[in-house]
């Protein structure tokens, strides 16, 4: 298929009327937590940007400016104007590691960027019943978790894991801070409303979506799912353990996905199913104690007293990942795909399978995306379940695939007792075979550097992002 034409960058840094690329993803470094440009030279105007999330874990104001600020001053060069434009800005899901900056960096987004579009979940339209209903009741648990452990404040360290796993949804990370994640995401939905902007809601199965003047680019929707039940998946059954869904603990055994399991399901405490107004079927009875929990450490929770809450703290955490906001961005000329699967966990990528997308008159199986996608957004920072195995990764089978990992291993490892496993070592083994080795991952250092095969691919790295061109 013909590429574009080429032609370079003007003199005074604006990008010209087309570039020597088609795409740009720049994976910012800024810690563990997902913030993502995306840019699209267009011809005779300024190119189209795309901001995805913009959050990190124990990350302070200071830092988050710093990054936003060079976002904004890379945008303004590029685009050759006064504001920095974005035209769309997605916030995937209410996780303060991909919406903090929001909050952090409120006054540079409100004074000095544009925005055009703004995209999130279905899951957060609030205009839905059903939907505020379960808005409210997640809320309402995570306060109730946060007063347990304020209450038990000299147990501070059987709570460890509960307060990292809550930390997701916690207020901003110092002083400046009172705001919480809920209030990034009603920032978002405020601009979206304003004039000149446009707030978008969007569903799996919908018409895909054109970037206005971005030739021969079209973005689908995969996920959150609209099925209740998978919606709330994210929990790891015998089955998935027998076909191989996902890729698990080679060192552990069945003894690690069995600790999941348990971990992923629901005691019969009132207030883990006022938390789950969906479906009582898929988690009210089959609670198991977990016999290990030895090689899950990151969900371990300390101390039986507790487990109802450090369940409910999973579930919470567990069920705001699958509302991830899931794009695939496809050149319609090539098929080439861009896969970012932000948070979504096991139950969106099973919805897939019988996902068809809209595709002019045809239809087409949101699976065959997975066979083209050229550059995969790895998901979760490459926990265990966050990324499918059989129709999932498997299927990713072009060459040319390159997998990024926003992670900064450091503080993933300081959380809870004993440290998130992200990186999950098969996963990670599995993405570097099936990558040819061109996995990424944001932390990159002088000790664990870019690949020699991710530069061959177009990965160029700086000491504040890391950049995949695709030509
Ligand atoms: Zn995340």
Sequence with gaps: MARPARKSRSSNGRMSASSDFRMRVRMYRHGLGDCFLLTFPRAGQAPFQILIDCGALHRNAAEMTALVEEIRDTIKRENGSENARLDVVVGTHEHKDHLSGF??????????????????????????????AIKKARRK????????????????????????????????????????????????KERGRRRGSKLRFL?????????????????????????????????????????????????????????????????????????QPFSSAVSKKNFKKAPNYEKEPWRRIDGDWMSAFGQLALDLDNDTNNSSLVLAFEFESTGEVLLFAADAQVGSWLSWRKLNLKDGRKEMPALELLGRTVFYKVGHHCSHNATLRN???????????????????????????????????????????????????????????????????????????IDYVLR
């Design 103 to 132: 909050n952090q960096a409120r006054d540079i987004f409100e004074n000095e960027f544009d925005f055009g579009e703004v995209w999130l979940a279905w899951t957060e339209d609030l205009s839905q019943k059903e939907i505020m």
């Design 391 to 465: 129709n999932g990764l498997e299927l990713m089978q072009d060459d040319r695939l390159v997998a990024f990992i926003p992670l900064d291993v450091e503080t993933a490892r300081k959380q809870g007792t004993k440290g998130w496993e992200m990186p999950a070592k098969p996963l990670l083994k599995a993405l570097k075979k099936h990558t040819g080795d061109k996995v990424v991952i944001s932390d990159a250092s002088a000790k664990n550097p870019v690949s020699a095969e991710a530069h061959k691919a177009g990965v160029v790295a700086t000491d504040t992002y």
């Design 141 to 188: 648990a995570a306060e109730k978790i946060r007063e347990v452990m304020r209450l038990n404040a000299n147990l501070a360290a059987s709570l460890d894991d509960v307060s990292s796993l809550m930390a997701f949804s916690a207020d901003d990370d110092d002083g400046v801070g009172t705001q919480k994640v809920s209030d990034a995401l009603e920032y978002l």
């Design 203 to 275: 569903k799996p199965g919908e018409e895909p979506r054109a970037l206005k003047d971005v030739d021969d680019v079209r973005v689908f929707v995969l996920g959150p799912p609209l099925d209740p039940i998978l919606l709330k998946s994210s929990e790891v059954t015998e089955a998935m353990k027998r076909d191989g869904t996902i890729y698990h603990l080679a060192s552990s055994g069945l003894s690690g996905v069995e600790a999941l399991a348990a971990a992923a399901r629901a005691p019969d405490d009132p207030l883990a199913l006022q938390a």
